[in-house]
Every structure is written in structure tokens, then in C-alpha cells.
């Protein structure tokens, strides 16, 4: 069984810190790229960034460019270093994996993880 697992996320002030980490399991995943996705209350899910099977390309939204990294460290972990984190950071962030790098759609990938939530307080 295929498993996406964040790990928790928390709370922090404006301007803070904070990493998530997710484990991939249950099958291969050396030919998808692993990505990040966030959803705030009534809104929809969007694409924050994600990293390519090879390791060596990343691709960022705008609203978290220069202030989040991912980072893969083996074909089934993953990482989001989040940076000067503001109110608008806050949502359920989902790990998720696809076979297409540089995609942004939620419909085209394939795999999620069930969330967890960061709050940016003010």
C-alpha cells in the first residue's frame, strides 16, 4: 500500500521557521518527483514546490519562491524548509508525488499524503 506520511507541522510567528518531512512508501518512487501542495479554509489547493526524481531540478510558486526550499535527500524522502513565514503560509500542506516534473495541478499527481497543518500567527 502506498503511503505519503508528513510529518506534523505546528505553530509560529510571523517571520519564523519551520520543516516538514515526508516519507514515501509502498512502491518506487525513483521516477516521480515529490512535491509539496498547501490548501487554506476556502480556498483551493495549490502547488507550493516540488523536486525531480534526479534530485537536481526544483520548481517553486511565486508566493514561496526565496523563502522555502525542498530538498530530497533519497528517492523517498522529501523536505519543505519553510522561511519567513507570513499569516498568508497558513494551511494544510500535502505531500504528493507525480511521474510529471514541473506540474502543477492537482489532478496530475498521483499520490497524496493526508496533511498536515501549519498556522503563521501574527
Known amino acids: 500500500q502506498v503511503q505519503l506520511v508528513e510529518s506534523d507541522g505546528g505553530q509560529v510567528q510571523t517571520g519564523g521557521s519551520l520543516t516538514l518531512s515526508c516519507v514515501a512508501s509502498g512502491r518506487s518512487f525513483t521516477t516521480y518527483c515529490l512535491g509539496w501542495f498547501r490548501q487554506a479554509p476556502g480556498k483551493e489547493r495549490e502547488f507550493v514546490a516540488s523536486v525531480k526524481w534526479s534530485f537536481d531540478s526544483t520548481l517553486y510558486s511565486d508566493s514561496v519562491k526565496g523563502r522555502f526550499t525542498i530538498s530530497r535527500n533519497n528517492t523517498n524522502t522529501v523536505y519543505l524548509q519553510m522561511t519567513k513565514m507570513n499569516p498568508e503560509d497558513t494551511a494544510v500542506y500535502y505531500c504528493?508525488?507525480?511521474?510529471?516534473?514541473?506540474?502543477?495541478?492537482?489532478?496530475?499527481?498521483?499520490?497524496w499524503g493526508r496533511g498536515t497543518q501549519v498556522t503563521v500567527s501574527s
Open positions: 504528493t508525488a507525480s511521474k510529471i516534473f514541473g506540474a502543477t495541478a492537482p489532478s496530475s499527481y498521483e499520490y
